[in-house]
């Protein structure tokens, strides 16, 4: 009051009339879920500072929430959730009414004058104006309004795609990919907001748009606004499908480190993109430096996700990347016609095959599909060699309409359309054709707690399968990890290290240089061929292979430390944020938060540590995608540059590790398994893991995923995919959540989804199916495996029977020696009693003689069968396992042909004796003696007469 007194009036009018000017100080929220949600950040001289959070309250929080468009307040928060700040604290002892417009308006300290410290940072939750809901992710689903009334659905007539671009800005999730109408299951049930957004499309938040007057126009949740954003984009490119990869992070635009960035990376986001599936991944800089900053997080694709962000991240220990070496891309582009692709298999290089006609993707018919339609489909997609060409079954056909029906290629022709496609009536019937190329082969690393270490499982003609430890070593391994863009080896194991497999044992006898690109490059026996059991599948340990524990009896308490290159190390404790200890908690299962031991004591160790600066956000999921200084074993020597977390829970109780119930080696039957219902074909699902069973989450759990969890219960077809613990909460660990299956995976382990023990689902959420009951089934005719079919009936023969034959033909064996002695006894006795009598020449021939009797009679003997290794009889470890003659590599599938030499360059040998267009006798299965005649075709029932035409 005495200063003002000591001001004249015109001075007094000038401050206020500069302050006007100026206008009220810009506020963000950093370090939060999004744009609506963090540490409350003000600009104040050019310069962002943070608040003091003495006397914040909720008034002081809605009017930054209002600042800022993000509709009103949830939560002030008063602790440091998210992080601390940095630079100046601006404000301090914020007094609002609630009624302001701008936090600066409201009263305050002077500018930089407090007594905080950055651990007193003020923070802010809000509703936000704008959500998506009912989608796959925060950034995808239906259009949702919060007006100060409540959440409101938004009418699509009501909606545009520059309003649509401009949602996506505000949520920070890039830029709109689609809008479209809200689809029946993300349907609302709530009110309808009844104005019309005027969006000019470069605003920055929504509740910045105009909007029109109350519509009259009536409108209904059946016909409400939906929108996918995507954070990634193309840039500097000559089309919309190539060019530099950008990515957005909390509202910044930057770069993609290219250190990382490989072909199944690149194919998912072409697909995400509508671009079809990349042709090539440009080095670093190929379409010109980027701006901002460069993002080092690395992306592990499988190729089959559809989009990035369903893809593992690490960014952990990343080393700094510049823009001389962005990601880029190159895609096949947008789908025109005669565009193809293979879909429902285990990658893009196959499964049945759609064609692109007049705007839509249409099914493909054929009565006489063979390995030439089938090379030329693999040459369009720039797959490879064709590996066989099939027809499809009833239950996995295509429900569109038809793009093409009837086609004749000679092989040569670069693209499905310039094959003969004006054939005369068709006499057979036309069924849904497909391929497998030779692109479609992967390798994986499974049962080892993490995608770079484990049993090393590889995809043949559509199926996983192990391969066998002999002769595996370093110079093996090396080329797994090499391939999986995991390091370099640092154990090549054996002896089923991680757990046995199941299904074929694909390689045996591999030998690799170490400079192989990929393990069926080295030399090995042919496909197929071993004489192993799953006791013997072969393993690898990574030097990416990371893992994470708290250095104390519980495990969930004492020293942080990280494994990293086959070493356990110390994580350092300087700049890390408090929400690391949240989520290494989460990630070691002992609870959903935690807090950091700091010692203030000087106490002399002598330790070694890894990594430094760990800087977890609210918009880290996982420890694994935190920032930090890159990897470097260095020494330590203070007690206070350690990491101890303590958490706020225990492990569960893990039952003993035992092997899979009623069986030595478990097969997918055995590892799920419905509890709670009457019939075991209905209940809570549970899979079998490490050891134990645990659950199931109920997030993106549907008939999909029902699907595949019936027939791998041997159930029949799903009847219902049900959630939130219908019937009853189960116990132990949940292994799996956020399943994302295709509806043809053989069993739900080889679907997508995110392991589900980092405490994000809770045992209400228990996942659950109700199938038909099993008897309802035993009566259909069995599922026809295509890659191997050798159609014996020893599949069918129990183990006591085949042995019961075997003792048969031994015992006869052993009488007929025994007759054959006793005769010629005889025959000795009749010429000692005729020793005296004279012969000029003497003729021996043994009795019934006959040549091909005896070559019958040698083959009969050496098609007696061996126990399969796996199951060996006492005494005889090593016993030749004969392949499966019933296992095939794509269950269900109908017709095979399979290539009849083998193709140059491949490492391990095909061993095909001929082809036939009704045989499915693989190109690198071994012979089998005996009947190998297929298994008569099941009529189909195809009706084409509703069958939809695109022509």
Known sequence: MGTEGLLSPQVLWLLLWVQLCRGAAEVRLADGSGRCDGRVEVKHQDQWGTVCRVRWDEKDAAVVCKQLGCGSVIRAIQNERFG??????????????????????????????????????????????????????????????????????????????????????????????????????????????????????????????????????????????????????????????????????????????????????????????????????????????????????????EGTESSLDQCPVTALGASPCSHENDAAVICSGLPHNASLRLVGGGSRCDGRVEIFQRGTWGRVLDDQWDMEDASVVCRQLRCGEAEAAYTVPRAERGTGPVGLRGVRCAGHEASLSLCNTSLPEATGIMEDVGAVCQGSRQVRLVDGAGRCAGRVEIYYRGQWGTVCDDAWDTADANVVCRQ??????????????????????????????????????????????????????????????????????????????????????????????????????????????????????????????????VQCGESNSSFWQCPSDPWELQSYDDVRDETNITCNGRKPERTPVAACPNSTSCTDREKIRAVGGKDGCSGRVEVWHRGSWGTVCDDSWDMQDAEVACRQLGCGPAVSALDEAVFGEGTGPIWLEQVECRGTEPSLQACWARTGDGGACRHKEDAAVNCLAATSVTASPPQRDPILDYATIGRRVSVPVIICIILGLLICLLLALLARQVQSARALHRDSRRSGEPFSEAVYEEIEYSPMREKKMRFSFSDIPVLPGDSPVEGYDDAREVSDPGEHPVPGQGDWQVPRAQEDGEGPRDAARGESRHSWRSAGAPEVDGDTSPLSLESTGYDDADEMSLS
């Open 84 to 301: 601390l700040g940095s630079g100046p604290i601006w404000m301090a002892y914020v007094d609002c009414r609630g009624t302001e417009s701008a936090l600066s308006d409201c009263t305050h300290r002077a500018w930089g004058e407090h007594y905080c410290t950055h651990s007193g940072d003020a923070g802010v939750t809000c509703t936000g104006f704008v959500r998506l809901v009912g989608g796959d992710s925060r950034c995808s689903g239906r259009v949702e309004i919060n007006d100060g009334d409540g959440w409101k659905s938004v009418c699509d007539s009501h909606f545009g795609a520059k309003a649509a671009d401009v949602v996506c800005r505000d949520l920070q999730c890039g830029r709109a990919l689609s809008v479209t109408r809200a689809s029946p299951s993300a349907e609302g049930t709530g009110p309808i907001w009844d104005r019309e957004l005027q969006c000019v499309g470069n605003e920055s938040t929504l509740s910045s748009c105009p909007t029109g007057t109350p519509q009259d126009q009536p409108c209904t949740q059946t016909s409400t606004a939906a929108v996918s954003c995507t954070r990634f984009r193309l840039v500097n490119g000559s089309t919309a499908c190539m060019g530099r990869v950008e990515v957005e992070v909390q509202g910044t635009w930057g770069t993609l480190c290219a250190s990382c960035w490989d072909l199944l990376d690149a194919h998912v986001l072409c697909h995400h993109l509508s671009c079809g599936f990349a042709v090539s991944v440009p080095e670093g800089g190929h379409f010109g430096r980027g701006t901002g900053p460069v993002w080092s997080d690395s992306f592990h694709c």
């Open 484 to 613: 999986l863009s995991c390091g370099w080896a640092v154990e090549a194991a054996g002896s089923a290290r991680f757990g046995e497999g199941s299904g074929h044992i694909w390689l045996d006898g591999v030998n690799c240089s170490g400079d192989e690109t990929a393990l069926w490059n080295c030399s090995a026996e042919a496909w197929g061929q071993h004489d192993c059991g799953h006791k013997e599948d072969a393993g690898v340990v990574c030097s990416e292979f990371m893992a994470l524990r708290l250095e104390n009896s519980d495990g969930c308490s004492g020293r942080l430390q990280v494994f990293y290159n086959g070493t356990w190390g110390s994580v350092g404790s300087n700049s890390m944020t408090p929400h690391t200890a949240k989520l290494v908690c989460k990630e070691l299962g002992c609870g959903d938060g935690g807090t950091r031991e700091i010692s203030i004591f000087y106490g002399r160790v002598n330790g070694t540590a890894w990594l430094d600066h």
